[in-house]
């Protein structure tokens, strides 16, 4: 679903990478391994911070287009729905607070890079 906006953005940053700096890599005795992983990433790490959030908290958010068209049947589980299904159907709370949790800890590292990019930004300024 998201797919198609991940590559158009990240093909944009890619863009936004001015030859120069590549031709310099390249010059040094960058191979393409070495020029992917060690200039082109770093330079567009941002934007591959912005796109990583985005589709985290798109899937996160399926719990609603799931639990309207299917009511979780068909096996259309997602660990929202799992949680839901758990604590409002089946009474079970010390399974669903360990789903809470898990989404909590899934998320944590997103939160955390963000900061981290906010603060970075911030120091630039």
Sequence with gaps: MWTSFCIVIISAALKGIPDEIL?????DGANRFTLFWHVMVPMIQSTLVVVLTTMIISILKIFDVVYIITGGNFHTD???????????QYNNYGLASTLAVLLLITVIPVIYLNVRRIREEEALQ
Excluded: D
Excluded at 23 to 27: D, F, T
Excluded at 78 to 85: G, K, P
């Design 78 to 88: 997602v660990v929202a729905m799992e949680f839901y299904n758990q604590l409002f």
């Design 23 to 27: 031709e310099a890599a390249k010059i």
